[in-house]
C-alpha cells in the first residue's frame, strides 16, 4: 500500500529562523518523491523532486530535502524562513503511474 | 519550463447553469491530465484522470455525468461542472504529465487554478 503522512497540519516559525516540514511515506515500490508549495488561490509549484539520484535533494528559494530510505522520510527544510514562504506544502509520492498527496502543512512565518 | 495554464480563474455562476473550465500545456505535450477538486484548508482530491482520445477514468464517489472531462488534444482537457449547484463551489486544479520521453522527470505541472462560486 501507498500512503503519505504529513506529521504536522501546521509550523509556525519566526522569520530568518530555520523551517523544519516532515513527510513520511510507505510504498511497495521505489518511489519519486515531491515536495510542492502553493499560495493562496493558487495551483502548485514543484519545490525538488528525487528520483533515485542523489538523496540530498536542492530545490527552488532555499529548499532542501533528504531522502532517508531507513526511516522512509522525505522531509523539507530551509536554513531561514522568509516572511514569502508562508504557504500550503504538499509532500507527493509516485510510485509508479499514481499520485498520492499528503494532507498539507501550512507553514506560518512571524515577523 | 513547463506550463500548464487554467482558465478561468475565477467564475461566478447560477445555480442551475453549465460551466467550462480548460486546462491547457501551453509548451509540451501531456498525454495525461488530472482534476482535482480542493475544499478549504484540505488536500487535492483526485476527480478524474484524462487520457488523450479515450475516456476519462473517474475516482469512486465522482458523478461522471455531472462533471465531463473531455481530453481532445495533447494539449487541451477540459472539464464541465454540468447544473451547477451551490454545493459545486470550489476550487479545481488540473495538472499534467509530459509525454513520455527520455526527459520525463515524471513530476506533475499544475495549473493556477479556478474557484468556482455557484449562487
Known amino acids: 500500500a501507498q500512503s503519505v503522512t504529513q506529521l504536522d497540519s501546521h509550523v509556525s516559525v519566526s522569520e530568518g529562523t530555520p523551517v523544519l516540514l516532515r513527510c513520511n511515506y510507505s510504498?511497495?515500490?521505489?518511489?519519486?518523491l515531491f515536495w510542492y508549495v502553493q499560495h493562496p488561490n493558487k495551483g502548485l509549484q514543484l519545490l525538488l523532486k528525487?528520483?533515485?539520484?542523489?538523496?540530498l535533494v536542492k530545490g527552488i528559494n532555499g529548499f532542501e530535502a533528504e531522502f532517508k530510505k531507513s526511516e522512509t522520510s522525505f522531509h523539507l527544510t530551509k536554513p531561514s524562513a522568509h516572511m514569502s514562504d508562508a504557504a500550503e506544502y504538499f509532500c507527493?509520492?509516485?510510485?509508479?503511474?499514481?499520485?498520492?498527496f499528503g494532507t498539507g502543512t501550512s507553514l506560518t512565518v512571524i515577523p | 519550463g513547463a506550463v500548464v495554464s487554467q482558465h478561468p480563474s475565477w467564475v461566478i455562476c447560477k445555480s442551475g447553469t453549465s460551466v467550462k473550465i480548460e486546462c491547457r500545456s501551453l509548451?509540451?505535450?501531456?498525454?495525461?491530465m488530472f482534476w482535482y477538486r480542493q475544499f478549504p484548508k484540505q488536500s487535492l482530491m483526485l476527480m478524474a484522470t484524462?487520457?488523450?482520445?479515450?475516456?476519462?477514468?473517474?475516482e469512486q464517489g465522482v458523478e461522471k455525468d455531472k462533471f465531463l472531462i473531455n481530453h481532445a488534444s495533447l494539449t487541451l482537457s477540459t472539464l464541465t461542472v454540468t447544473s451547477a449547484h451551490p454545493e459545486d463551489s470550489s476550487f479545481y486544479i488540473c495538472?499534467?504529465?509530459?509525454?513520455?520521453?527520455?526527459?520525463?522527470?515524471?513530476?506533475?505541472?499544475f495549473g493556477e487554478g479556478s474557484r468556482l462560486t455557484v449562487l
Open positions: 495538472s499534467a504529465r509530459k509525454r513520455t520521453s527520455v526527459l520525463n522527470t515524471g513530476e506533475l505541472f
Open positions: 510504498s511497495s515500490y521505489s518511489p519519486s
Open positions: 528525487y528520483t533515485s539520484a542523489a538523496t
Open positions: 507527493v509520492v509516485r510510485p509508479g503511474n499514481q499520485f498520492y
Open positions: 509548451d509540451f505535450q501531456a498525454t495525461t
Open positions: 484524462s487520457n488523450e482520445g479515450s475516456k476519462a477514468t473517474y
